[in-house]
């Protein structure tokens, strides 16, 4: 930033002083859950407001805390993924949805592309591209797909 015409660098916290995106972690392995939460913990612009642990409680936390981002396993008990993304695209829900799944069966990847997710990872992604998909996905982008499902998805 410019100080009378003397360059300065802002500093992290100074970055990001901007309401930080707030997001819900839906998954039902508690193990993957924290690395997630920790993962995204690390990034000031960003804030885990809730976890579930299924699709129902999924569905609930998003109506009650009304996150700007539903990170959203594929597989989970009571309802799955793509039942969630489907019920919470009928209840005209304006949470974003970014599926992070260990599965890139191609047909995951197009129900949950055709229920309104903006993206589709794969477990095994970069812990930097899922931060980015994080950012992205809250700002509006579309189209965030990892390697994996893209090729998948062309096949």
Request: charged share 25%; hydrophobic share 45%; no cysteine.
């Amino acid at each position: 930033m410019y100080n009378r015409g003397v360059v300065t660098q802002k500093s992290e916290e100074e970055r990001f002083t901007v309401a930080p995106i707030r997001v819900i972690l839906a998954d039902d392995h508690v193990v993957v859950r924290i690395g997630i939460k920790n993962l995204l913990s690390r990034s000031p612009d960003i804030a885990v407001i809730g976890e579930a642990s299924n699709g129902i409680e999924a569905i609930r936390m998003v109506g009650e805390l009304k996150p700007d981002l539903l990170l959203l396993d594929m597989e989970m008990p009571e309802l799955d993924g793509v039942e969630v993304a489907r019920q919470l695209r009928a209840a005209n829900s304006p949470v974003r949805i970014l599926a992070l799944s260990a599965y890139n069966d191609k047909q995951y990847i197009l129900s949950m592309l055709e229920q309104g997710a903006a993206g589709y990872l794969t477990k095994d992604e970069a812990p930097g591209t899922i931060v980015d998909a994080v950012r992205g996905v809250a700002a509006g982008e579309r189209g965030w797909l990892s390697r994996k499902a893209a090729a998948r998805v062309s096949s």
